[in-house]
């Protein structure tokens, strides 16, 4: 039977990231995709010109209807904007059981505009972390969340065991927004090991939706079955060929290509 993977998470009306980007790895992936809305960005290579978000019913509404027909085996989460919106996705992950929980704690978009308001961190820290098989944070969002400064690989690790802490059963930090040149390194902590995933850097603008691609990999592979570790490195896999295959579409910071 077909899995399938559930996305609560904004809509990027360029189709490079959020709800656009996650269908079309889910597809991508093999995995019949839904989706539950919580924003609707007005949004090209250039930037975000506009976010509207919906009500938290509007969410659940989606949630409850999916959740009544259709039980997703994985779920992830992206841009869920406010703090309403976190605790309807938390009570829906909750209220069904779902369970292979992704949380992609998306914070702010490449160009500055916020796809968070920051009062509503401790929302996610309380009602959102403690359900979620794997949290997938850059840097600055990993750093957000745990209140640490984060300049060396002892920094990740710490910040790995605080999230854990918090509930997260897994913890993956991106390496993307380290100054490494020569590679990425993202760090997997599962409460026991620690394992790095490597990849060369490849040096472009064109990675807009990176983090939603590569949370929505990482879903899909947990929906077919995947262990996390095993989820983390096809997600990694497809995420750098994704960069590879530049798309040079728009005049600005271009997406990174799915079908790669
Ligand atoms: N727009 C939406 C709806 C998103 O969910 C995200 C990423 O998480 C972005 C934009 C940010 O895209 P990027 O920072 O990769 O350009």
Redesign the pocket.
Known sequence: MVKKALTI????S?G??????DLKTFQELGVFGMSAVT?V?A?NTLG?HGVFPLSADAVSAQAAAIGEDLPPDAVKT??LFNAEIILAAAESIEKFGWKNVVI?P?M????G?A?LQSEAVKAMVDHLIPLSAVITPNIPEAEAITGITIKNVEDKKEACRIIHNLGAASCLIKGGHEENAEESADLLYDGKVFSILKSKRIDTRH??????TFSAALTAELAKGSTIAEAAQTAKHFIQAAIEETLEIGEG?G?TNHWA
């Open positions: 998470a904004g809509s990027d360029g490079g990231a959020g709800i656009q980007a924003a960005t949004q975000v992206g841009m992609d998306v702010i978009a490449k160009g505009s796809l990675t807009h939706g990176t983090g939603c910071h997406p």
